[in-house]
């Protein structure tokens, strides 16, 4: 079990003795469950706010779509998208993460004083590791993903996908260290349904504990994800439950960062689970 218990960012200690929950702010038109909806600067400010009431400790900002087939934007469009937000919800008193592959992003977004950087890349993108290497106290999420959103569900093959992620992320994670990156600043996300099929995913979730031998904090995403519908029947706007039960599940397993759309349910579910000695 990782007994580190703080994430170290640009602004906030962030303490993981208590499981934290980072609502989902998608500032796209085509994201999987929820694109379009928050069209404008107002309204995922609105949402930000929202969420925040709801329960939500972290905010992930995204200006691009990453659900499978999704074509990249320019990043121009994308700084248009999330710069506008970042420079109102940094003021909102909690840690902002920005959900991005792009270095230009990333240094816009932390020049602004953005906290965290989560990145479905790992910092692979050319000059993605300068830009966090130029702001020595953001946080950082590495997260494994198979290919990239437009082919990274073509038939995903592993021969063991819960070795093959945690070579991954050791690798991204020695590689950072070796630039400099204090261990404090990192966690770790296995990539829920990012070029992985409905096994790979559940037994991801099975052998989760595995990857804490890595030894840093672990954050999933299972919220609304497509291995819930194949298991479940039921369409992305009725995956409530299942969202729900699986981030719970993720928590029992030892994550401890949630990345979640339905930030009230999974607080109020949290609630509970405290109240009876099974997280914190």
Not at 64 to 82: C, I, N, T
Not at 242 to 247: D, G, K, L, R
């Amino acid at each position: 079990m990782v007994c580190v218990m703080h994430w170290h960012t640009t602004r906030f200690q962030i303490d993981l003795a208590r499981v934290q929950v980072m609502g989902i702010v998608n500032l796209t038109p085509d994201s999987f469950s929820d694109g379009g909806r928050l069209a404008g600067a107002a309204a995922a400010l609105a949402h930000c706010e929202r969420l925040l009431n709801e329960g939500a400790d972290i905010l992930d900002l995204g200006g691009e779509s990453s659900r499978p087939g999704a074509e990249p934007v320019s990043v121009q469009e994308e700084l248009d998208r999330v710069l506008p937000v970042l420079k109102v919800a940094s003021q909102l008193g909690c840690p902002i993460s920005i959900d991005t592959v792009k270095p230009e992003v990333m240094r816009a977004a932390l020049d602004l004083g953005a906290d965290i950087i989560n990145d479905i890349g790992a910092l692979r993108v050319p000059g993605a590791a300068e830009a966090v290497l130029a702001h020595p106290a953001c946080g950082i999420c590495l997260m494994h993903m198979r290919g990239e959103p437009r082919s990274m569900q073509q038939q995903p093959n592993y021969s063991d996908v819960v070795q093959e992620v945690s070579d991954f992320l050791r690798e991204r994670m020695d590689h950072l260290r070796t630039r400099g990156v204090a261990p404090g600043r990192i966690v770790l996300d296995p990539g829920i349904g990012f070029g992985k099929s409905v096994e790979h995913n559940v037994e991801l979730l099975r052998r989760q504990p595995e990857l804490l031998a890595l030894g840093r904090p672990l954050l999933l995403g299972w919220s609304r994800k497509s291995t819930l519908g194949a298991i479940t029947g039921k369409p992305v706007t009725d995956r409530l439950a299942s969202s729900v039960a699986a981030a719970l599940a993720a928590v029992g397993q030892g994550a401890r960062i949630i990345r979640v759309h339905d930030v009230a349910a999974t607080v109020d579910a949290l609630k509970v689970w405290r109240s009876a000695g099974f997280c914190q």
